[in-house]
T-cell receptor, first 115, second 115 residues
């Protein structure tokens, strides 16, 4: 299967702890996006990478959040000093900049629960 | 006010019914319109993609965009229990520039098709 994969699928952590999520995009896709989805809402954009460059960050991405995409392949999203309000599904998506369309393919998500 | 508004439902229909799902948007810069389907605790899956105004048909699914009224619709014919999911409309602003293809989602409509 060559779809977008995310790890872990579920993470339970205590408030104040740091967590890190990983996303592996579709191999030929150079665009990578992170979104956050809370219960009953649509996904909200967090940040965008084109290859290894982080080109846009949402104001939702506070200074406790950091994302990287070394070598333009997989990406990590770290949340420091987690808060209960960080509980959400974190979704990764990728797309091919060379494609005529802007279709994004999503991974299964990482569900974070902060207790 | 959110840039994309979608009635969250829930919507319950009998098998075989025609389903109509709708969104409105406020940003005239939106040019690309998508519909995603999301099963419980899964990532969104792209269903339909349209550019500007008009209709697009794919099997039992028809997407309509009316840019003059900023209205997006998805019709499902001969609905099946397997169509039960959350349906998310999404938009992208201008293809180039600084939009980077980031998606702006509606809240999602929960659909249940009962046998």
């Amino acid at each position: 299967d060559t779809g977008v994969s995310q790890d872990p699928r579920h993470k339970i952590t205590k408030r104040g702890q740091n967590v890190t999520f990983r996303c592996d995009p579709i191999s030929e896709h150079n665009r990578l996006y992170w979104y956050r989805q809370t219960l009953g809402q649509g996904p909200e954009f967090l940040t965008y990478f084109q290859n290894e460059a982080q080109l846009e960050k949402s104001r939702l991405l506070s200074d406790r959040f950091s994302a990287e995409r070394p070598k333009g392949s997989f990406s990590t999203l770290e949340i420091q000093r987690t808060e209960q309000g960080d509980s959400a599904m974190y979704l990764c998506a990728s797309s091919d900049r060379q494609a005529l369309t802007y279709e994004q393919y999503f991974g299964p998500g990482t569900r974070l629960t902060v207790t | 006010q959110k840039e994309v508004e979608q009635d969250p439902g829930p919507l319950s229909v009998p098998e075989g019914a025609i389903v109509s799902l709708n969104c409105t948007y406020s940003n005239s810069a939106f040019q690309y319109f998508m519909w995603y389907r999301q099963y419980s605790r899964k990532g969104p899956e792209l269903l339909m993609y349209t550019y500007s105004s008009g209709n697009k048909e794919d099997g039992r699914f028809t997407a309509q965009v009316d840019k003059s009224s900023k209205y997006i619709s998805l019709f499902i014919r001969d609905s099946q229990p397997s169509d039960s999911a959350t349906y998310l409309c999404a938009t992208i602003a201008n293809a180039g520039g600084t939009s980077y293809g980031k998606l702006t989602f509606g809240q999602g409509t929960i659909l249940t098709v009962h046998p």
